[in-house]
T-cell receptor, first 112, second 116 residues
Framework: KQEVTQIPAALSVPEGENLVLNCSFT??????LQWFRQDPGKGLTSLLL?????REQTSGRLNASLDKSSGRSTLYIAASQPGDSATYLC???????????FGTGTRLQVFP | GAGVSQSPSNKVTEKGKDVELRCDPI?????LYWYRQSLGQGLEFLIY????????KSGLPSDRFSAERTGGSVSTLTIQRTQQEDSAVYLC??????????????FGEGSWLTVV
């Protein structure tokens, strides 16, 4: 059974810092891994998706990496801004369906 | 509408009552999912519908929970004899049938359920 965990659970940083969010999964036979953002009281917005054959994906100030052998993914946020404050969730697919197994999330606060 | 629509957005119910939560997926999306998010927790998978296939009910926590999807579109999640531990946000998502699966999954804003 796939289990996904995220550390840290919460993070508070000053504006401008580069930061790394961590995601671990127990079953390395994943199909792909996806990072989402959730704002308070809102649904989820997809940020990046990494296929199992890929090592990383980039979108603007965001970079996600995937290491299947170690069961880890990281989300790197460059030059953080207060608007980045949200909860970040990673989710793994272990087959070619859209059934996602989510981590518990990292709650990020970026203060001016 | 353009996105996944859920109703009610907020529901307060008494312990022991039944509740129904509704999800209107994006038109044309064949896959529909229900997830539950308790306070400060990640998303817990509940049930997954894909086209005319038998739904994947492996995440339903007890037989008090059931879901159906009529006509391949609207879905209703029903919780019978609600308990306080059922209090959570219930999130619905939909996606088209694409291969490989990926960034085409869209979430609604959720139905906030409070059982008192």
């Amino acid at each position: 059974k796939q289990e996904v965990t995220q550390i840290p659970a919460a993070l508070s940083v000053p504006e401008g810092e580069n930061l790394v969010l961590n995601c671990s999964f127990t079953d390395s036979a994943i199909y792909n891994l996806q990072w989402f953002r959730q704002d308070p009281g809102k649904g989820l917005t997809s940020l990046l998706l990494i296929q199992s054959s890929q090592r990383e994906q980039t979108s603007g100030r965001l970079n996600a990496s995937l290491d299947k052998s170690s069961g880890r993914s990281t989300l790197y946020i460059a030059a953080s801004q207060p608007g980045d404050s949200a909860t970040y969730l990673c989710a793994a697919r272990t087959d070619n369906t859209d059934k996602l197994i989510f981590g518990t999330g990292t709650r990020l606060q970026v203060f001016p | 509408g353009a996105g996944v629509s859920q109703s009610p957005s907020n529901k307060v119910t008494e312990k022991g009552k039944d509740v129904e939560l509704r999800c209107d997926p994006i038109s044309g999306h064949t896959a529909l999912y229900w997830y539950r998010q308790s306070l400060g927790q990640g998303l817990e998978f509940l049930i997954y519908f894909q086209g005319n296939s038998a739904p994947d009910k492996s995440g339903l926590p007890s037989d008090r929970f059931s879901a159906e999807r009529t006509g391949g579109s609207v879905s209703t999640l029903t919780i019978q004899r609600t308990q306080q531990e059922d209090s959570a946000v219930y999130l619905c998502a939909s996606s088209p049938l694409v291969y490989p699966p990926g960034n085409t999954i869209y979430f609604g804003e959720g139905s906030w359920l409070t059982v008192v």
